[in-house]
């Protein structure tokens, strides 16, 4: 192995400290200090890939890393937004925000705001302040933790907003980046970000987004989930999700259905047969059925601590991902081949794809070599070290001081 190739580690932010630092920014920058921190989740998906919009099931865990927000209500209706992380601020009213208006990471919190005053909620003005410790374009979906992160501050600061319940408050979060940001998205994300549990995956119906808690099975055997973030270039805002999406949507019309999540995996050959001669609509309605099986499966052997028929789960959902549904690339390729290669018991690309991050079934002390393994393979391909961090169930989005 070549020396000195080896991973970026992404340690888990401390959520006093951090908090505690950026209260202090947000003193400085808007001249006074925050009502609170708040807080909410990236988020990991076991396996359940554009499943979502599909009505099917999908299998998320909420990430200890987070996105963080400082809050503070005003006595107008002008909202200003920054961040620690982006040059770009913004300062407007409530009314300037409206469908893809503004554009830019803005949309995202300024989104959740139109969202509940669309919804007849009267908001007052308000400054926030972000500090994004969810990688950014690693399919970990910062862009949901961010919009939950401003949900709850707002949850906690307005009480017609506290009324809502966790899968309202997520459904205008859904509104927010569908609408305002104008990203396809299901509803997978908002979901976990808000309705988590620690130390355990949800079980999401994506027909009524009805939750069910799955103990992480496989944590007292000490296997880990390996999240590598390939670095590879991730937005779903340039048409290829939006496009698979529409896909799935054509062939549901096609076969008389509301949704592609309504097809039962007896009756795949069936509805395969009537989607001929369209290769494409064959292929995205095998991945969207067979997947939601495999979400299924995976929920029946992390409850039972079946760590083999997991791992082999998730790599057959990375190669349903990279050949029917085409959202893989070379990089999420590369990372699942090596993790594999090097011991993983199973390894699959995870979020919408076109880029983002990869995670591997692993022995938590195994997590090293695995990751070097892949570093090793990047190298050879001239690309940079991954990012990797180790992923633990955590909790969903709450007040941190």
């Given at each position: 192995?070549?020396?000195?190739?080896?991973?970026?580690?992404?340690?888990?932010?401390?959520?006093?400290?951090?908090?505690?630092?950026?209260?202090?920014?947000?003193?400085?920058?808007?001249?006074?200090?925050?009502?609170?921190?708040?807080?909410?989740?990236?988020?990991?998906?076991?396996?359940?890939?554009?499943?979502?919009?599909?009505?099917?099931?999908?299998?998320?865990?909420?990430?200890?890393?987070?996105?963080?927000?400082?809050?503070?209500?005003?006595?107008?209706?002008?909202?200003?937004v920054?961040?620690?992380?982006?040059?770009?601020?913004?300062?407007?009213?409530?009314?300037?925000?409206?469908?893809?208006?503004?554009?830019?990471?803005?949309?995202?919190?300024?989104?959740?705001?139109?969202?509940?005053?669309?919804?007849?909620?009267?908001?007052?003005?308000?400054?926030?302040?972000?500090?994004?410790?969810?990688?950014?374009?690693?399919?970990?979906?910062?862009?949901?933790?961010?919009?939950?992160?401003?949900?709850?501050?707002?949850?906690?600061?307005?009480?017609?907003?506290?009324?809502?319940?966790?899968?309202?408050?997520?459904?205008?979060?859904?509104?927010?980046?569908?609408?305002?940001?104008g990203?396809?998205?299901?509803?997978?994300?908002?979901?976990?970000?808000?309705?988590?549990?620690?130390?355990?995956?949800?079980?999401?119906?994506?027909?009524?987004?009805?939750?069910?808690?799955?103990?992480?099975?496989?944590?007292?055997?000490?296997?880990?989930?390996?999240?590598?973030?390939?670095?590879?270039?991730?937005a779903?805002?340039?048409?290829?999700?939006?496009?698979?999406r529409?896909?799935?949507?054509?062939?549901?019309?096609?076969?008389?259905?509301?949704?592609?999540?309504?097809?039962?995996?007896?009756?795949?050959?069936?509805?395969?047969?009537?989607?001929?001669?369209d290769?494409?609509?064959v292929?995205?309605?095998?991945?969207?059925?067979?997947?939601?099986?495999?979400?299924?499966?995976?929920?029946?052997a992390?409850?039972?601590?079946?760590?083999?028929?997991?791992?082999?789960?998730?790599?057959?959902?990375?190669?349903?991902?990279?050949?029917?549904?085409?959202?893989?690339?070379?990089?999420?390729?590369?990372?699942?081949?090596?993790?594999?290669?090097?011991?993983?018991?199973?390894?699959?690309?995870?979020?919408?794809?076109?880029?983002?991050?990869a995670?591997?079934?692993?022995?938590?002390?195994?997590?090293?070599?695995?990751?070097?393994?892949?570093?090793q393979?990047?190298?050879?391909?001239?690309?940079?070290?991954?990012?990797?961090?180790?992923?633990?169930?955590?909790?969903?989005?709450?007040?941190?001081?």
């Amino acid at each position: 192995m070549t020396a000195g190739v080896a991973p970026v580690w992404l340690p888990v932010p401390d959520d006093h400290d951090v908090a505690t630092g950026l209260a202090a920014a947000f003193a400085e920058r808007f001249g006074g200090p925050a009502e609170g921190v708040w807080a909410a989740p990236g988020r990991v998906n076991v396996i359940g890939e554009h499943t979502d919009y599909n009505q099917g099931l999908c299998l998320p865990m909420a990430l200890e890393h987070r996105t963080y927000a400082a809050v503070r209500r005003r006595e107008d209706d002008t909202v200003r937004v920054a961040s620690l992380q982006q040059e770009e601020s913004w300062e407007g009213t409530l009314a300037d925000v409206g469908p893809q208006q503004p554009r830019g990471w803005q949309a995202y919190p300024l989104g959740v705001l139109w969202a509940l005053r669309h919804r007849g909620i009267e908001l007052p003005g308000f400054d926030v302040l972000v500090d994004g410790r969810v990688p950014l374009g690693s399919g970990l979906s910062s862009s949901a933790a961010l919009e939950c992160a401003v949900a709850v501050a707002v949850a906690d600061l307005v009480p017609a907003v506290a009324a809502l319940s966790r899968s309202a408050l997520a459904q205008a979060c859904v509104d927010a980046e569908n609408i305002v940001a104008g990203a396809s998205t299901g509803g997978l994300d908002q979901t976990i970000a808000l309705r988590g549990a620690a130390g355990h995956a949800m079980l999401l119906d994506c027909r009524d987004f009805g939750v069910q808690q799955v103990p992480w099975g496989v944590g007292g055997q000490g296997w880990v989930l390996l999240v590598i973030d390939t670095r590879a270039p991730h937005a779903l805002v340039d048409g290829q999700y939006a496009a698979r999406r529409a896909s799935c949507e054509q062939a549901a019309k096609v076969l008389g259905l509301g949704s592609l999540g309504e097809i039962d995996i007896a009756e795949l050959d069936d509805a395969l047969g009537r989607l001929e001669p369209d290769d494409v609509l064959v292929r995205r309605t095998r991945h969207v059925v067979t997947e939601i099986e495999r979400v299924r499966q995976a929920a029946a052997a992390l409850r039972a601590g079946d760590v083999e028929l997991l791992g082999r789960l998730m790599t057959a959902s990375h190669a349903s991902l990279r050949d029917d549904y085409e959202v893989s690339c070379a990089e999420l390729d590369t990372a699942v081949e090596a993790a594999t290669s090097a011991g993983a018991a199973g390894a699959r690309m995870t979020g919408g794809g076109f880029g983002g991050s990869a995670i591997a079934l692993v022995r938590h002390e195994d997590a090293d070599t695995v990751a070097t393994a892949v570093a090793q393979a990047f190298s050879e391909q001239g690309w940079e070290p991954p990012h990797v961090l180790e992923a633990s169930p955590s909790g969903p989005a709450t007040r941190i001081c």
